[in-house]
């Protein structure tokens, strides 16, 4: 019985379905399925001609399958097991069967011109008609009747000796590989499918979607920059950071992927969660994890957990009830992340609104699992739109049990300033007055031209972004980092960034 899951893949075209692939390797479980009617429930807008066309079924369990009548043509299929399947009357051409397991397949009147079968098994296939016109196959692994069967073999194949350098002919450059970072994402937005790509809104699901995006980052790309204004871009090109793909992952597949790449990735890098702040789409939290895993040198790659914020400046009373929502499932992931992680230490970063949905899911662990808390190593909130009586009521269960807690504040940012206002009551990421508390350091930033880039300073500076490497790579102690001092308010634990 077919894995439902790798069933509904099926339906998102090759491009989606090979990317999968590459990205974490698995054994898809297709038994017994019927490919017509996986066609049959395809979205009107695809075209359900040479559907199945280049597909990677490698190593595939295809066992009873029905893939007659279909094209398959450039398919990939070795090393699967297609033990019993029914091919008749299909299109294989240039397929690869490679090293598969073709016991019992009925492949009468089916198309494999220019296929390979290297090590493919056909005993007790049925081939009678089967079209093997310049196929590469060892007839010595079939029997007389399937040679009798198919009436007209392919000569043996012919390999083209290597012509010497000066005999072959023009060169032609390689096609060039696209620099590109990967975000594993865990999000509650609801999922909505245009074509074969799948997108994220502001609608909150009940549970969460698990996935990872490819994000182009140009070689043009400058620390702390997304991309330049349109009319840079006019005089000095494109350098803007840009979503190539989108891969949904279910939940094993997306753990899988975690700890495969953060067990390779420990000497060098811990894991990194993000949590993104107010007024953010899900292809702007992305890229904003992407800008900032890549400039901080993360080289594995860093995971995003995305609330449902609306992207839009007035929807600020919306995005305080989604990230209040978000809390639970929030704790609920990284409980899971600390169980996934093998007993590494675990790096948090929240922006803005989203350190609100860090501290509540940090409160209901320190509550429920304190154990749990010694698993994150460090955790840092900036420019935090949180109140200040309730970070100090979180913190107490919070600091000490974790790692060391750090936050970013500037008194130019006028988004935090705006949120105090409004609700009549100081914030941690605004001073004055300035936030303090027993084990958290509170870095002070001042820069002249914070205007340029206001409440997103924090990933947009270098500096920030150098202090937050030390902090994150080898949890090097305030006092230690070359690029902050002490306030010269005295205060203990406030520190300034130095310009």
């Known amino acids: 019985m077919a894995n439902s899951e790798h069933a509904e893949w099926l339906k998102h075209g090759y491009v989606d379905w090979n990317s999968r692939r590459r990205l974490i390797k698995f ?36 066992r009873e399958a029905k893939l007659a009548g279909l094209d398959f043509s450039r398919a990939n299929f070795s090393d699967a097991d297609l033990t019993g399947a029914d091919l008749s009357e299909g299109n294989f051409s ?25 090590e493919a098994v056909l005993t007790r296939a049925e081939l009678l008609d089967a079209d093997f016109d310049a196929a590469e196959i060892d007839v010595h692994r079939l029997s007389k009747e399937q040679i009798a069967s198919i009436g007209e073999l ?14 072959r002919g023009p060169s032609f450059p390689k096609p060039v590989r696209e620099q590109t970072y990967l975000v594993t994402y865990a999000t509650n937005r609801k999922p909505v499918w245009e074509g074969d790509e799948i997108k994220f809104g502001s609608d909150r699901d009940t549970g969460l979607n698990y996935g990872a995006c490819q994000v182009f980052v140009p070689k043009s790309h400058k620390v702390g920059s997304i991309g330049s204004p349109f009319w840079k871009r006019l005089l000095k090109g494109d350098d803007r950071l840009k979503v190539r793909k989108i891969t949904e992952l279910n939940h094993d597949l997306y753990w899988k992927l975690i700890s495969e790449n953060f067990t390779a990735s420990r000497e060098t890098s811990r894991p990194t969660v993000v949590i993104h702040g107010y007024h953010t789409s ?31 400046l007035t929807s600020y009373q919306a995005d305080e009830a989604a990230v209040e929502a978000s809390k639970y499932l929030l704790a609920k992931y990284l409980l899971e992340f600390v169980d996934q992680a093998d007993g590494v230490g675990i790096n948090l970063l929240a922006h803005s609104m989203g350190s609100r949905s860090l501290a509540g899911a940090l409160e ?38 974790a790692g060391r807690t750090t936050s970013y504040v500037c008194r130019k940012d006028k988004a935090v300033q705006l949120s105090a206002a409004l609700h009549g009551y100081a914030r941690v990421g605004f001073l ?29 500076f270098r500096e920030i972004l150098c202090d937050i490497h030390e902090l994150l790579l080898s949890s090097t102690p305030p006092e230690r980092r070359f690029s902050i001092r002490p306030a010269p308010s005295g205060s203990r634990g406030h520190w300034t960034l130095k310009e």
């Open 282 to 312: 899900f292809e702007d939290a992305v890229l904003w994890a992407a800008q900032i895993g890549y400039d901080l040198g993360l080289e594995r790659g860093i995971s995003l957990f995305s609330w449902p914020s609306a992207g839009k």
């Open 432 to 460: 004055p007055p300035v936030f303090t508390m027993d084990a958290v350091d509170t870095i002070e930033v001042e820069k002249s031209n914070l205007w340029e880039v206001g409440h997103s300073y924090v990933s947009n």
């Open 154 to 167: 392919p000569p043996p194949p012919v390999y083209a000796k290597i012509a010497f350098k000066e005999d």
């Open 27 to 62: 054994v898809p479980d297709l038994s017994g399925i019927d490919f017509r009617t996986v066609l049959s429930e395809l979205e009107p807008y695809w075209n359900p001609n040479g559907f199945f066309s280049r597909y990677n079924f490698s190593n595939a369990d295809l």
């Open 364 to 401: 209901m662990i320190g509550t429920r699992h304190p154990e749990k808390l010694s698993h994150f190593n460090e955790i840092i909130f900036a420019a935090a739109d949180v109140d200040q009586d309730t970070m100090r009521g979180i913190g107490a269960h919070v600091v000490g049990n």
């Open 94 to 118: 240039l397929a690869k069967f490679d090293g598969a397991n073709l016991t019992g397949v009925v492949a009468q009147n089916a198309i494999f011109v220019r296929a390979q079968f290297t």
